[in-house]
């Protein structure tokens, strides 16, 4: 590439900046593969991409040309860090002068491609309640499954949503319907300690405070997905109440298709999976309360009436509603122009 101070600025120059040289090389630094459909993790699939100059490599480029293509590394730059390249856009009749931050500023967005500064509005999929109920009397160990699933309409919309900066947030909250110290603890991991979960492009980040994570992988967004449930975090109350600290959540993920792509581009396919794996680790027992037909027995002497047994002292037995959701966090449509689509919550 001829381009530099004092030099002609070539067909070829303004070729490799805004396309990767004479025909589209998405391995090389430039605007189109940033900007338009890419390939995999590149591409935010906008519609106004540069044409290339045709003619031999040392036609001459306009300013208009020059113009476009600064114009565009802007909003590629103002969408990812806030502020544009600071490079002045040329003028019809105006000498061009060198930009020597050009190649700088393209390689800088390239790299920075999933990064972002904004987001646009949150819109959420409808709440969905699940009743984790253990009704016995000895409540041992047990463990309760939710999954929930973003669905888009295409693959390519899914990976134009992510490479934009969009982002998936399941959210929780638990009530406890029968009362007692576990599930309040339970009500406290998963209301707060837990409480949300972030979903975004190349990483993955808890919302809520307390608890203590016993497993992350936080490195994990939609472009580390396969199509069997990854580990992105569990965990556990360490409420230090009773032996309920050992209670813990784990959450995963996984796509729907990652061998062969579903769309034109290479993607990890137009469905996102969310699995809660609920596990009550508290192996409390209690003794039964034995009653006969002349009232009530240590020994357990007499005939037992059809009166179910009680609890005495505690009762850990466990009646949740958990309520679970999906809020939308779209890319932002200030620089970029929605390409994405509207994801479907289930």
């Known amino acids: 590439m001829s381009y530099s101070s004092g030099g002609l600025i070539e067909a070829v120059d303004y070729n490799t900046f805004a396309q990767g040289g004479a025909s589209v090389d998405h391995n090389t630094a430039n605007i189109n593969t940033i900007w338009g459909n890419g390939t995999g993790n590149k591409g935010y699939g906008q519609s106004t991409t540069l044409s290339a100059v045709s003619g031999s490599s040392t036609q001459s480029v306009t300013a208009t040309q020059w113009s476009t293509l600064l114009t565009r590394l802007n909003s590629i730059l103002t969408h990812q860090r806030g502020t544009g390249s600071g490079i002045t856009l040329p003028t019809t009749g105006a000498t061009i002068s060198y930009l020597s931050t050009l190649s700088s500023n393209i390689s800088t967005a390239f790299s920075n491609r999933l990064t972002f500064n904004s987001s646009g509005s949150d819109y959420n999929g409808t709440g969905w309640t699940s009743n984790w109920n253990v009704n016995s009397l000895n409540a041992q160990p047990t463990t309760f499954q939710i999954t929930r699933t973003a669905t888009f309409a295409s693959a390519d919309q899914a990976r134009y949503f992510f490479n934009s900066g969009g982002q998936l947030i399941l959210t929780m909250s638990c009530s406890n319907l029968r009362g007692g110290s576990k599930g309040d603890d ?95 680790t508290a192996g409390d027992t209690n003794t039964a309360v034995t009653w006969t037909t002349g009232g009530y027995n240590g020994n357990g002497n007499g005939a037992v009436s059809t009166t179910n047994p009680v609890q005495g002292d ?20 200030t620089n970029l122009s929605n390409s994405w689509g509207t994801v479907t919550i289930s």
């Open 314 to 333: 505690f009762n850990d037995e466990l009646n949740l509603n958990i309520t679970t959701n999906i809020t939308v966090r779209p890319p932002e449509e």
């Open 186 to 280: 339970w009500v406290s991991l998963l209301g707060s300690k837990f409480a949300s979960h972030r979903f975004g492009p190349d990483f993955n980040a808890r919302g809520g405070s307390g608890g203590t994570v016993t497993a992350s992988s936080t490195s994990i967004g939609y472009w580390g997905l396969t199509t069997t449930n990854q580990t992105l975090m569990t965990l556990t109350s360490a409420s230090g109440v009773a032996d309920y600290g050992g209670n813990y959540v784990t959450i995963s993920a996984k796509a729907n298709h990652v061998t062969i792509p579903q769309g034109l581009y290479g993607d990890k396919g137009y469905v996102v999976t969310f699995t809660l794996d609920f596990n009550d």
